[in-house]
Each structure stands twice: as structure tokens, then as C-alpha cells.
């Protein structure tokens, strides 16, 4: 059982170098409309037409945050 995590560990430390630089690239392919996706299917089943925290900024940076996230 040790081999095994040991082998997942070193899997994950492999691929956490680089990510950030995929995840800053690919972001608007894949986190931005997986985002839009389901920030839009949230609003809709509260019923609200935006689902929004009242401050854009927040907003700005909740949305890029998640978009990151994804990717």
C-alpha cells in the first residue's frame, strides 16, 4: 500500500510545476464557460436573473478565481 501512494505522490508533485501557466493559458477555452455554465444555472433555479454579491470588482475577481479553478 506505501508503493502505492508513494506512486500517486510523486505523480502529483510531478504535475503541480506547470499547471498555473496551462491554467492561465487555457482559461478562456475551458474555466470561463464552465463558469458562465453554471454561475447561469444557479440564477436560474433561485430564479433570480443575475446572480451576482453587489460589488463588480468581487464579481471580477470570484469569476477568475473559478474560471483558475477549473482549468
Known sequence: M???FS???MCARKAFWGNTAFANDWQWVFG??????LVG???ANKGASELTTGYPILDGILT???AFVVT
Not at 470561463?32 to 455554465?37: D, F, M
Request: aromatic residues 34%; proline residues 6%; neutral net charge.
Open 2 to 4: 506505501r508503493e502505492f
Open 7 to 9: 506512486f500517486w505522490w
Open 32 to 37: 470561463v464557460p464552465v463558469i458562465s455554465g
Open 41 to 43: 444555472f444557479l440564477a
Open 64 to 66: 477568475a478565481f473559478g
